[in-house]
């Protein structure tokens, strides 16, 4: 796990100190406001160290208002008195860290805590809901801690917090408010419908939505108890109940109140007895972040029995009996100073954000993926802005927004191309997605290149180089033109010898025997990639029947949806020429197993015929399978591509992504997070051995 390395400020003198506090709070009040911090978290957390640290050595010089020792930063105050302090949580951020933590409550309770609660720190905001016998009555915020401020005009709009309980019961119910990442991207498109600025982050769309009154829309958003506590008019027996629960009983109550927990997540909360434990869960939850369907910014670990809670007690800030595991950034802010616009393989012209480099997650980002033209207008990005950056896991960086309160008047708009980058030619800019009109010829290397590679014709000895002389002595314009190749052309490139050129030949000659999938992969039709051609590929098994479906045809086939599958059916059109020149040169036109559908092509089936290229039998029938790791043994040499076919050949679905469907994870050396997930969810695992075994009949 990557922990905290970047060592805080140190002030010089007095006035930095000042500087700073003002600083911190002004983002502070950004941050539990939902505008956008100057700050990111990790610098926001940074600064206010560093404060403290300069306080300890300058006791006399602290000012009242500086951040530290205060929920909030004492950003926010509100006038709804909290009948027990709303608390914050302090942090470590290595497992030496939290060892030591465990053992000062050791220390302070006499006796070691042998029972700990472990659940993920959602990243949003405090909220106390006020029920009153089982109706949901007031929401208020946490504010400074002592008194919040009201936000009941919300009630209604939080997913997880009912109306009204199970029980009559009159109690408080405490937990994070925030936007799943589904919510968020609903909340940006709705807000800027109506012409408002996109929020930064799902953390500020939260806060910002929470707080809006008489807003012309409403946006949903999400709640997760971590607290049940008695209210002043909680009947006695019922207090006691309530205050005597382990915590994990205490939150499987709320969920029994119809309350949302994290219990029905992949990152439920778990009891558990030793520190090792205590700190392999906070691993696993770690490693589940990225495919969580919400942000979390670390682990929350607290004393799960209410007398060890009890005796450890609370500071004015924070209990002693809980503590946050953060888990580092995977938000910074840094600076946009380009826009490239790169032109791919179907002639796709795509934007890429170049950024001044940031240390995220511990790599260094450079680029962030800006999806489309329209995104760039969407989000009103400009040259020199300050933008958020989000990267976790191996997710591709993108930006979030820009901050727009750090703009200097100095910021330039992105230009947009106005012919295509790459060969000059108009673009088509009918779709979100701009394209050359030229399509896929418009970037001839790139779409050679990709039908030799190795999941596509797998042609040997045509690497892009290659590629690049014979499209520039005008011997290819397309991919059928690679079959009528003859000796004495190639002979006649520089750099290729006898020997060369027929071992090209050979390998020419090979491709022409590749299964279908492959060679639609090869021709690079818009919006299909190797899943989806051989997904296609399997369903209607010849290229004839391919050719023949309809819109309505195609959209039979898994994943293809009304609106990809007019693209496709048209793209297929245009291809005619060179499928006919790919047909006449001899090259395979057919999915070997897979068998055509038995209803005519253009008539969707009826609602009961099964009949369909899946009805075949193999060791994999009926499973959906993950490959994670590195593939051993008989697998060592297939590429991730080449796994995911073996797995459809066996009869089985390859995905990328665990989920309860998995049936059977295949994870090999080094598999990480979808190992994980698929211990937490009880699917079953298979060594890449065992996996060979399962499907020895089809290696070959
Ligand atoms: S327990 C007295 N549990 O993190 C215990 N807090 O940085 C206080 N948070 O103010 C809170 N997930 O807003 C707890 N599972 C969780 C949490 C959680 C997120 C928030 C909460 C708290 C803040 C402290």
């Not at 809980?322 to 796709?348: D, H, M, Q, S, Y």
């Not at 701009?434 to 290397?445: F, K, S």
């Not at 098994?541 to 086939?557: E, G, L, P, Y």
């Not at 050396?669 to 994980?676: C, H, N, P």
């Amino acid at each position: 796990m990557a922990h905290m390395t970047t060592s805080a400020p140190v002030f010089v003198d007095a006035a930095a100190y000042v500087q700073a506090v003002e600083d911190a709070s002004k983002a502070a009040a950004a941050y539990y406001s939902g505008g956008t911090s100057a700050l990111d978290d990790d610098s926001y957390d940074r600064l206010v160290w560093a404060i403290a640290a300069f306080e300890a050595e300058h006791p006399e010089q602290v000012l009242p208002d500086s951040p530290t020792g205060k929920v909030a930063g004492g950003a926010v105050q509100g006038d709804v008195p909290h009948t027990a302090a709303m608390l914050s949580l302090d942090n470590v951020f290595t497992p030496e860290e939290f060892t030591t933590w465990t053992a000062s409550v050791a220390r302070r309770i006499d006796r070691e805590v042998t029972r700990w609660n472990v659940q993920p720190k959602l990243d949003g905001l405090a909220i106390a809901a006020r029920y009153t016998d089982g109706h949901l009555t007031r929401l208020v915020t946490r504010g400074d801690g002592t008194a919040g401020e009201d936000v009941s005009h919300a009630i209604g709009t939080i997913e997880g917090l009912p109306g009204r309980l199970t029980e009559p019961v009159t109690l408080e119910v405490r937990g994070e408010v925030l936007m799943t990442n589904d919510q968020f991207e609903h909340a940006n498109t709705v807000r800027t419908a109506h012409g408002g600025a996109p929020f930064a982050n799902p953390r500020n769309a939260a806060a910002g939505t929470l707080r809006a009154k008489d807003r012309a829309y409403t946006v949903p958003m999400t709640f997760f108890a971590y607290g049940l506590l008695p209210l002043p008019d909680t009947a006695a027996d019922a207090a006691e109940h309530l205050t005597t629960l382990p915590h994990g009983d205490l939150l499987r109550y709320a969920a029994d109140l119809g309350v949302r927990t994290p219990a029905d997540t992949q990152v439920p909360g778990v009891t558990l007895d030793g520190v090792e434990d205590v700190l392999a869960r906070v691993e696993e939850i770690a490693a589940l972040r990225a495919e969580l369907p919400f942000g979390i910014d670390g682990i929350v670990v607290k004393a799960d029995l209410a007398a060890d809670q009890q005796a450890a007690g609370s500071g004015s800030r924070a209990p002693r009996w809980a503590i946050a595991f953060k888990l580092p950034a995977v938000e910074k802010i840094t600076k946009l100073v380009g826009v490239e616009w790169n032109v791919g393989r179907t002639g796709i012209i795509a934007p890429r954000a170049v950024l001044e480099p940031v240390d995220i997650d511990g790599s260094t980002v450079t680029y962030a993926t800006l999806h489309n033209p329209s995104d760039i207008t969407r989000r009103d990005l400009r040259l020199g802005d300050q933008v958020m950056v989000y990267k976790a896991g191996d997710i591709i960086p993108r930006i979030e927004a820009p901050v727009a309160h750090l703009r200097t008047g100095d910021e330039q708009p992105i230009a947009f191309p106005e012919v295509c980058p790459q060969c000059g030619s108009a673009i088509d800019a009918s779709e979100q997605r701009w394209r050359c009109e030229r399509g896929r010829d418009c970037h001839l290397v790139a779409s050679l290149s990709y039908a030799a590679g190795r999941d596509q014709l797998d042609i040997e000895g045509l690497g892009a180089s290659r590629v690049v002389q014979l499209v520039e002595a005008g011997l290819v314009a397309d991919i059928a033109d690679l079959f009528t190749l003859t000796r004495d052309q190639l002979l006649g490139l520089e750099r290729m010898g006898e020997t060369s050129t027929d071992n090209l030949l050979a390998a020419i000659e090979a491709a022409k025997t590749q299964p279908l999938s492959r060679v639609l992969c090869a021709l690079g039709v818009r919006g299909t990639g190797r899943s989806m051609s051989r997904r296609i590929a399997r369903h209607f098994a010849t290229m004839d029947h391919i050719r023949s479906a309809d819109a309505n045809a195609m959209q039979q086939v898994e994943g293809i949806g009304t609106e990809k599958a007019p693209v496709i059916v048209a793209e297929l059109a245009e291809l005619a020429p060179v499928i006919e020149k790919l047909i006449a040169s001899g090259v395979n036109m057919s999915e070997p197993g897979a068998t055509p559908p038995t209803t005519p092509p253009t008539t969707p089936p009826a609602p009961d015929d099964e009949a369909d290229t899946d009805e075949q039998t193999g060791p994999l029938d009926g499973m959906t399978v993950v490959v994670t790791g590195a593939m051993t043994g008989p697998l060592e040499q297939l590429t991730r591509n080449e796994m995911n076919e073996l797995i459809e050949r066996a009869g089985g679905k390859s995905s990328s992504s665990v989920s309860k469907r998995t049936s059977l994870v295949v994870a090999g050396e080094g598999a990480g997070s979808k190992r994980t997930k698929a211990e937490t969810l009880g699917i079953r695992l298979a060594t890449p051995d065992e996996f060979a075994d399962l499907v020895s009949a089809l290696l070959t």
